[in-house]
């Protein structure tokens, strides 16, 4: 697959749901395999936070797994990936804002 072919979040969901054509999972499965994700990006962040090197193309690898994972999970569901990015970014942009309102009270 070249990556003209993954320009969307539906293209992204159908190749995952190719590569894992029988992989429903529980609430449990999804806790455990972003579970393993964040935990891969935080040993990275520990690198970093010790002065090792910090495997930059680890970090994007797992934040890919994030979404192509996401988006099959998603697809599994029967929700369309678009439709809870759109659920997501409403709620960073609500939060964000308050935060924006939460700084200028303290001064």
């Known amino acids: 697959m070249t990556d003209h072919q993954l ?15 029988n992989r ?6 999804i806790v455990t395999i972003l579970t393993v994700v964040v935990g891969d990006i935080a040993r990275q962040a520990r690198n970093e936070q010790e002065g090792r090197p ?3 193309g680890e ?9 192509a994972t996401s988006t099959r999970i ?10 809870a990015v ?3 970014l409403q709620a960073q ?5 308050r935060l924006s ?3 200028g009270s303290e001064k």
């Open 7 to 21: 320009d969307s979040l539906a293209a992204i969901r159908d190749e995952g749901l190719r590569i894992w054509p």
């Open 24 to 29: 429903d999972c529980t609430l449990a499965d």
């Open 54 to 56: 910090v495997d930059t």
């Open 59 to 67: 970090v994007v690898k797992e934040l890919g797994n994030l979404i």
């Open 74 to 83: 998603l697809g599994r569901m029967g929700v369309e990936p678009a439709d």
């Open 86 to 88: 759109a659920l997501a």
């Open 93 to 97: 942009a609500a939060y964000a804002a």
């Open 101 to 103: 309102d939460n700084a």
